[in-house]
């Protein structure tokens, strides 16, 4: 039997994280402006080789979807997989305004 491996370099997709609203206890990359208001940022230790400004990641949460601009690093505690957003973007996810974290969120980069 011929077996292959994969080898998984970057996170692809991750189950069950949230999405926090505003980027509070965020390190920002100092994106310029023009990247527009739709920023996410992730747990450094996930961010691999992608460059910060010029990656796009896809967020999900219960049905909807939104791309933001990858715009800084978020750590919510080891291990972790939970990302901030801007308000702009959690807007877009969100269920109502009177939410202020989304679960369970899935993202990947574009
Ligand atoms: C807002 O959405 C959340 C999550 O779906 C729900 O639990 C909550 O009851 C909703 N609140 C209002 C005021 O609709």
Redesign the pocket.
């Known amino acids: 039997m011929f077996i292959t491996k994969s080898l998984i370099t970057t996170a692809i997709l991750v189950g069950a994280a949230n999405a926090n609203l505003g980027f509070t206890g965020v390190t920002t990359c100092g994106c310029s402006p023009s990247n527009g208001p739709f920023a996410v940022a992730i747990p450094a230790a996930l961010a691999g080789t992608h460059v910060c400004c010029n990656e796009a990641i896809t967020l999900s949460y219960?049905g909807k979807s939104v791309t933001a601009i990858y715009s800084g690093t978020y750590d919510a505690g080891a291990g972790t997989q939970n990302v901030a957003l801007t308000e702009t973007a959690f807007d877009v996810l969100e269920?109502?305004s009177?939410?202020t974290s989304l679960s369970p969120v899935t993202w990947a980069f574009n």
């Open positions: 219960n269920d109502n009177s939410q």
